[in-house]
């Protein structure tokens, strides 16, 4: 089980880190680091904290843009702003990305490899239709799926409460795969992307009571040989049976 976070809300630390580390399990916040230091989200110092408290600290890009939309030249800059400011912190440079609004293609996956990250959590899409509620997704198949596209498994909030839905998408973990978990926030400033510390509290003590091995995407490079890619990355998402919907098919030709 892979759990994330992602934008950098304050609650990272101050809600659920501790309920987090009680169960002795790991996780991934990818931070936007152009919203570090502002109201409602983590300083520096917060960030800091975290990567000493031995959770992984991703990139999530600068500034949270639609990276479809800018040039090669913007995409790397949004891709090494954010290393160079973990740097100027004290913060371990990032190994692993998560595409903001879950927008990718072969030209940002090369600008990542080239950056020297090794892993991208890239959401539900395009198997699944991504609502702002959250919602389920798909396992993650390293035996044959891109390291670059790593799907999740399902977005959790309290617009998507579902416990059935919560473990059906925990049962997911197994023959190999990986369950890759998006959690929005708990509280977040935006209340239609936030997750109740009730909610939270209880899917950990599931997580915990179901004896889940739960970390950090990092942590899979232990397990899986992030070197051997597909040749045609986008070929395992288009397989027969493999979509439910076509909602973002667009950017997989380019």
Not at 63 to 83: F, R, Y
Not at 105 to 117: H, N
Not at 186 to 193: E, Q, R, V
Request: charged content about 25%.
């Amino acid at each position: 089980m892979i759990l994330t976070f992602v934008d950098g809300n304050v609650s990272d630390l101050t809600t659920t880190a501790p309920i987090r580390k009680k169960h002795g399990f790991g996780a991934t916040f990818y931070i936007t680091s152009g919203w570090i230091d502002r109201r409602g989200w983590l300083t520096w110092e917060q960030v800091k904290e975290l990567d000493k408290l031995g959770f992984e600290i991703g990139s999530h890009s600068i500034s949270h843009t639609n990276l479809l939309h800018i040039s090669a030249t913007q995409v790397k800059a949004q891709i090494e702003g954010v290393d160079k400011a973990c740097k100027a912190h004290g913060i371990p440079k990032p190994t692993t990305f998560a595409y903001p609004g879950e927008y990718h293609d072969r030209r940002i996956v090369k600008a990542l490899s080239e950056a020297g990250y090794v892993a991208a959590r890239c959401g539900v899409t395009p198997e699944c239709p991504f609502h702002d509620r959250g919602g389920p997704g798909l396992a993650y198949n390293p035996r044959v799926e891109d390291p670059f596209l790593i799907s999740d498994a399902h977005v959790r909030s309290n617009l998507s409460p579902s416990d059935e839905e919560f473990q059906e998408a925990a049962g997911k973990a197994k023959n190999g795969s990986v369950c890759v978990l998006i959690y929005y926030d708990g509280p977040d400033i935006h209340s239609h992307c936030s997750t109740s510390i009730e909610l939270f509290t209880k899917d950990m003590q599931y997580l915990k009571e179901d004896r889940c091995t739960v970390t950090a995407l990092r942590i899979l490079a232990k397990h899986v040989d992030f070197s051997k890619r597909p040749k045609g990355i986008y070929a395992p998402l288009v397989a027969p049976g493999r979509h439910r919907e076509y909602p973002r098919m667009q950017y997989l030709g380019r």
